[in-house]
């Protein structure tokens, strides 16, 4: 369940950042021109002839921001509210996000305005399909690459894929990632981005000199990422003494702490497929239930959001304890720019999403490499390259903060803007 | 011994770029080859001012130890616990272990390896009950030697893995199993460490080895000529130390001793005896995929070979047949003779004194008698340093019980066996199986034939926890199944004494596996070498032949004994004794 803040336009803020950056790079007007916008938008109808046998038409979109690195990618949005605004923010920040763990892609986004919780599965086909219809020509696996992403599923990119190909009249598996195993999927696709976030957080505890065991966490979320994260983590030797997650039912967040640390086992055998903890079960198993909130003020060593937008904010930045020493963005954009002024100003080690979250496209670029080949990896060989892409892309990240001086996140995006400026100048574009 | 140890770092993934030498990826233990050098690194460090001895620079080549944690989490996570202990074969587990997938936290630090590191890397094994004291497991477990050369770093990552996912299932081949079998641990007790380290070597061509690996012990069980046992021995091999470890035709000589005449007597037996084949990792083209198989990237080559790569002339003589005499080095034209002579008795490198220097040290650090392995780079060029790559040190068992065999003894009534050059020390009083080979069958073609009734014998008998009397001919353990019956140790394992006889045709030096050699001291097996033409020897092969069969084949015969046989072995002067404990 996403609850959004839409208090602010996400694709002014996205150009507001990239202003900031783009003053520390010093980029000539051309580059920031070009940056500062996407290449491409498109927008379309979907016409579907619905069950009851009405037509009606969704509208899509798919927005290539930058592709001077190589195909855009990005994922494909179900959501009632999507705007054009929001696909053309989240298309930049791809392309920020396959730079600083550099990738050889773009930044791509796309979506349509629906609710798959009102549409048939039978109605979700005919959008997936009349979707492809209508950008077949514009995406690829030479030209931009779909994925899933809020509300889509394997099943979408197997809809997607199998149009595209009727289309074009070949297999095609490059053309989309996030597909089944056994279909074109990758092995150590579901662990990429909880597992790449550790192996940044790994790092920063080496850059700090903190051993993983002697540490403690908290984490926001219990979906597939931070399930994920956690495993890695504790395999680390590390002790997450909170989790929080949502209850549908009560339409609120609970945290589960125990002091001892938890147990993932335990919990993922009281935990549904949308990452919801049950909390009667585990009350009886001995976790104290506290309110939603309260994950973002145990005294821990490390803060792991990974839910939500928005959620550490100038309302309760200053409820972070003083044990705090690392912050691990697993969700997307999860502190405000007043809370990250804030941290930064309190020393606290940021890993921002940009970075720390960058494990799921990295392996969907490893899906894209594997299908466009039409040979798959071991799932040694795929984790094996993620540690290490991953480990590389934080060096590049602290090495540069550390020598210029630069608050993480910054420095996170120095490197990523800097690298998709140097290509548009390479090409010759500017 | 063999803890998680805080003075190990964890690893650093620019490895050769990197200060730590020795470095850790995962927790738990280290296995107790990799506690081994962790204790004596310090020692030979304090020996070794500066890391050399005169020319030589003596290290432990750099390495990064995989701890016991990884393997758990590789067992459980994967559920291989009933394959592993399932009835299958090795190479169903060995399959079974490379499906499997290795622990995600430790791929990254791998990945970095085979991405930084592009020459080969030996995988080693370093198992909690490897090593300790009087449960030496030396070679039981797989050792891989990578060439890790491929241009792509994914397919040397791949290999890389490979290799340790090997090292992981050997922990459950049947070997190991037996192993572990007779001296009573539980294969859930074992957990194995996995050392991954440099290989000493140098690139010739397509092949890459050391110049020399050596294998000293402070104490030798099987002393010869003048050499006292308390003198230790050295084996010297060119190229990679399997030759040695296998029980292949090596150079042996007392470092005591180290210019005594070696024990050959013409200088065509020498010729004949005295090693003609080495090992070096395969750096061509990509063998036969096997990932199961320990030898996947080894190549055997021959002196022909090791002369044109330019490493013989520190190591060989060369036979002058005019003169039937040996001159050192290869400067003429002639048969060439691997006896090390250019390089223990006319080079600048201190060779002998350093292996002293070495056992002395490690003697020291241990607290008891110790074998140790090494490897050896010699300068290719002038102003090019030798080195010395560390490898291993574990301690041997001494005898501590005195037996005394008088000239009497020697010659009782009742003697089913005995010997001038026995092997071991003290007395064994429960043995009523005996397995031989049949004098009148033998013929050397078939002794590999032999090998294998021999496995199915030893597997009966240690499943009955029987002990056994093992009489055969020719070397037992030899790598050349001409020169003996080709058995691994394994495969013998439940014989608590093994007699070497000899017969006209099978007329060969006895045994040098150093391995093979280690474990019957080790295990305290009494070793009893028979010559057919020497007057002090006895087998009384007409008593064994009248004796009642529990199974008997074409070449074998096992029979069991009414009275258990009484065995005696008087390390000191090498003598011992069978008793039959039959009426005279």
Redesign the interface.
């Known amino acids: 369940m996403v609850r959004r803040n839409r208090a602010y336009n996400s694709f002014e803020m996205a150009q507001a950042q990239f202003d900031r950056v783009a003053e520390i790079l010093e980029l000539e007007g051309g580059t920031r021109e070009i940056l500062r916008e996407p290449m491409r938008e498109y927008a379309f109808s979907i016409p579907v002839r619905m069950d009851d046998g009405a037509s009606k038409v969704f509208r899509g979109f798919r927005v290539q921001h930058n592709d001077a690195r190589g195909p855009s990618k990005g994922g494909i949005r179900f959501h009632p509210q999507e705007t054009m605004d929001t696909v053309r923010a989240l298309a930049m920040w791809m392309s920020w996000k396959c730079a600083v763990v550099d990738i050889p892609l773009g930044g791509g986004k796309g979506g349509v305005v629906c609710d798959p919780h009102n549409l048939s599965a039978r109605e979700q086909e005919q959008i997936c399909r009349g979707w492809v219809r209508q950008i077949a020509r514009n995406v690829g696996p030479l030209q931009d690459v779909p994925a899933p992403d809020v509300m889509t599923t394997p099943q979408h990119m197997l809809w997607m894929l199998d149009e595209f190909e009727a289309i074009h009249g070949q297999k095609l598996p490059g053309f989309i990632t996030g597909k089944p195993v056994g279909l074109g999927g990758s092995l150590g696709r579901k662990?990429a981005t909880g597992?790449g976030l550790v192996?940044t957080l790994r790092e920063a505890l080496k850059e700090l000199d903190i051993r993983p065991q002697d540490t403690t966490a908290s984490v926001q979320g219990f979906g597939n990422v931070c399930q994920y994260a956690i495993e890695?983590y504790l395999?680390?030797?590390g002790k997450v003494v909170c989790v929080s997650s949502w209850n549908q039912k009560e339409q609120k967040s609970y945290a589960y702490r125990r002091a001892a640390g938890i147990d993932l086992q335990e919990l993922l055998d009281i935990t549904d497929r949308f990452g919801e903890i049950e909390k009667d079960k585990a009350e009886a198993a001995g976790y104290e239930v506290l309110p939603g909130e309260k994950w973002l003020e145990q005294e821990v060593d490390i803060l792991i959001p990974g839910a939500l937008e928005n959620q550490i904010n100038a309302d309760n930045v200053g409820r972070i304890a003083s044990t705090v020493k690392i912050i691990a963005e697993g969700a997307n954009g999860p502190t405000s720019p007043e809370a990250d002024a804030v941290i930064h100003e309190r020393g606290v080690f940021m890993i921002p999403d940009l970075l720390a979250n960058a494990g799921g496209v990295t392996c969907s670029y490893f899906e894209q490499v594997q299908s466009n080949q039409n040979y798959y990896w071991?799932?040694?060989?795929v984790?094996?390259?993620?540690?290490?892409n991953?480990?590389a892309a934080f060096e590049a990240v602290a090495e540069l903060a550390h020598s210029r001086k630069l608050y993480m996140r910054d420095a996170a995006y120095v490197i990523a803007v800097d690298r998709v400026a140097r290509a548009c100048r390479d090409r010759g574009w500017v | 011994m063999a803890g998680s140890d805080s003075r190990v770092p964890a690893f650093d993934?620019a490895f050769f770029g990197s200060e730590q030498t020795f470095t850790r990826i995962g927790?738990g233990s280290l296995g107790g080859k990799a506690a081994g050098l962790i204790s004596i690194r310090e020692a030979l460090e304090g020996a070794f001012p500066g890391g050399a001895y005169g020319p030589v620079r003596v290290d432990i080549p750099r390495l990064t130890v995989l701890g016991t944690d990884l393997f758990d989490?590789f067992m459980d996570r994967n559920g291989l616990h009933e394959v592993a202990l399932s009835e299958r074969s090795d190479e169903r587990i060995a399959h079974a272990f490379q499906k499997a997938?290795?622990?995600?936290?430790a791929?990254?630090?791998?990945?970095?390896l085979a991405?930084r590191v592009h020459s080969p890397l030996a995988v080693r094994s370093s198992s909690l009950l490897e090593d300790a004291l009087r449960r030496p497991f030396a070679g039981v477990y797989e050792t891989k030697m990578i060439p890790n050369n491929q241009p792509d770093a994914?397919e040397r990552?791949?290999r890389l893995?490979e290799a340790v996912k090997l090292i992981w299932a050997s922990t459950f081949f049947e070997g190991a199993r037996t192993y572990r079998g007779v001296v009573g641990e539980a294969d859930k007790s074992e957990k194995m460490a996995v050392i991954v380290q440099e290989v000493v070597g140098r690139r010739h061509g397509d092949r890459f080895y050391p110049d020399l690996s050596l294998v000293g012990r402070s104490f030798n069980y099987y002393p010869s000529g003048r050499s006292r046992p308390e003198e230790g021995v050295v084996n010297l091999a060119l190229g990679l130390g399997k030759t040695i470890v296998d029980g292949g035709l090596c150079w042996g000589y007392c470092p005591v001793h180290p210019k005594a005449p070696p024990p050959f007597g013409s200088v065509a037996q020498l010729l004949d005896e005295t090693q003609t084949r080495f090992w070096a990792v395969n750096m061509g083209a990509p063998p036969a995929f096997d990932p199961i198989a320990e030898t996947e990237y080894l190549v055997e080559a021959g002196l022909a070979e090791a002369e044109y790569d330019g490493t013989l002339a520190h190591l060989a003589s060369t036979y002058d047949a005019a003169s039937d005499r040996l001159s050192p080095g290869t400067g003429r034209q002639g048969p060439r003779a691997l006896n090390f002579a250019p390089l223990l008795d006319f080079s600048d490198i201190p060779l002998n004194d350093l292996v002293r220097r070495l056992l002395e040290v490690c003697e020291e650090g241990v607290g008891a008698e110790v074998e140790i392995e090494a490897a050896m780079t010699l300068p290719a060029t002038r102003g090019e340093e030798a080195r010395l790559g560390f490898l291993q040190v574990r301690p041997m068992v001494a005898p501590d019980e005195a037996v005394d065999i008088g000239t009497e003894e020697m010659t009782a009534p009742d003697l089913l066996v005995a010997s001038t050059r026995a092997m071991g020390n003290g007395v064994e009083d429960g043995i009523q199986d005996v397995v031989y080979t049949k004098p009148d069958a033998f013929q050397a073609k078939l002794t590999r034939v032999v090998a294998r009734e021999i496995e199915a014998a030893n597997r009966e008998l240690v499943a009955l926890g029987r002990p056994y009397l093992l009489v055969g001919f020719g070397r037992w353990g030899s790598s050349d199944p001409w020169l003996g019956i080709p058995v691994t140790w394994s495969q013998v394992a439940g014989a608590r004494a093994i007699v070497e006889a000899s017969l006209p045709s099978m007329n060969v030096d006895p045994s040098q596996g150093s391995h093979f050699f280690h474990n019957l001291s080790s295990f305290q097996v009494s070793y009893f070498t028979v010559h057919h033409a020497r007057d002090s020897d006895v087998i009384d092969w007409n008593w064994l032949a009248k004796q009642p069969a529990v199974a008997e084949s074409e070449l074998l015969r096992h029979v069991r004994l009414e009275n258990p046989l009484l065995v005696r072995v008087d390390g000191r002067t090498g003598r011992g004794v069978v008793h039959a404990r039959r009426k005279p």
């Open positions: 662990e597992y192996f890695m395999r680390i030797g071991s799932r040694d060989e984790l094996g390259k993620l540690d290490r991953m480990t | 993934r927790g989490a997938n290795a622990p995600a936290e791929l990254g630090d791998l990945r970095a991405d994914g990552f791949q893995v």
